[in-house]
């Protein structure tokens, strides 16, 4: 199946190599004293327009369009809604103020109508996007209690500032298909900056996760169900990342999303709020109590004589006590205890055969 960008590459050859050769034959009216060849010159400017519209028809459509609609992804619905507003409210004034504006002499009746509209629907747009309270009555109106007042409620959705980390982890786009979230997401421009730093790294390691990191942002501003942002919004006087994450944080009453440990730590001393993927994770594994039996492959030996361990589908660590015979079986183990660690749930078990 053809894509867009080769599509956009035929047209773009057919539309500018007929230019061309409209161009071409235009030459010869215009020169007709230099007496160049017909077919050549014909040939040459049809050629010269094709690959010239082949070569940059994406980059005038296609590009264009994706940042739009990047750009539109990024907004809060409120703000979008004002923005229609906004354009509409002005079309209407120009329209009003061209009628006058035409009876103006000469070519003044026929330029300032368009002007003026123009800076109409600029002005309108203007203030209802950075004044979007002004329509708050609107909202109510047009979204019933019937309906999902998303307009309404977006102003009442505290943001969530996204850090390095959670970006490069890439479980964040999961955690966002399930509708946990649903305030709007936030990735300030020096988060952005510290990503494409990391891409740019020398050593191969950090560069990938850079890259992993920038397409995970990339995936979450097409598909993600709430709206995620980039804001220039900066902190005067902090130097560090982290310092800045909490600042802002602090300064737009936003929550953080990380797998931190140590911003987790300083987010909360300061008293912003802290979503920690890990521990998000860790909540939602398997709970299993003392004395529950479950199969288990064993794998690899343990820390302590003859011990073995063996994994979970959830990733959760289960230390075989006298499992060191079962390497690379599928054994019965009863549960002895479950351990809560900084890095996650662990759990002893010894097998089912020995407990009888």
Known sequence: MLNATFITRIIGLLVFGSGGLTLGNQILIWFPK??????????????????????????????P?????????????????????????GLIGGAVIS???????????????????????YLGMTITTTRADLLQPLYGKIFTKEQPQELVDANCRPSVLLDTSVIIDGRIT????????????????FVLNELQHVADS??????????????ILRVLQEESPVPVRITEAAVEGVREVDDKLVALAREMDASILTNDYNLNRVAGLQGVKVLNVNELANAVKTVLLPGETFDIQVIQQGKEFNQGVGYLDDGTMVVVEEGQSYIGDITTV???KVLQTAAGRMIFARPLENDV
């Not at 109508?113 to 109409?120: G, V």
């Not at 020398?202 to 397409?215: A, F, H, I, P, Q």
């Open 65 to 89: 369009f994706m940042a739009i609609r990047s750009a539109i992804q990024q907004q809060p619905a409120h703000m979008l809604f004002s923005a229609i507003i906004g354009i509409f409210i």
């Open 34 to 63: 230099l007496n160049l060849p017909q077919l050549p010159v014909l040939i040459i400017s049809g050629i010269l327009g094709a690959l010239i519209g082949f070569l940059s028809m994406p980059s005038l459509t296609i590009r």
């Open 99 to 121: 009628i006058p504006l035409s009876y103006l002499p000469g070519a003044l009746g026929q330029i300032t109508p368009i002007i003026a509209a123009i800076t109409l629907v």
């Open 202 to 215: 020398s050593d191969t390691l950090r560069r990938n996760r850079g890259r992993r990191g920038l397409e």
């Open 334 to 336: 009863t549960v002895s």
């Open 174 to 189: 999961d955690i966002c298909r399930t509708g946990f979230i649903q305030g709007e997401l936030v990735v300030p421009l």
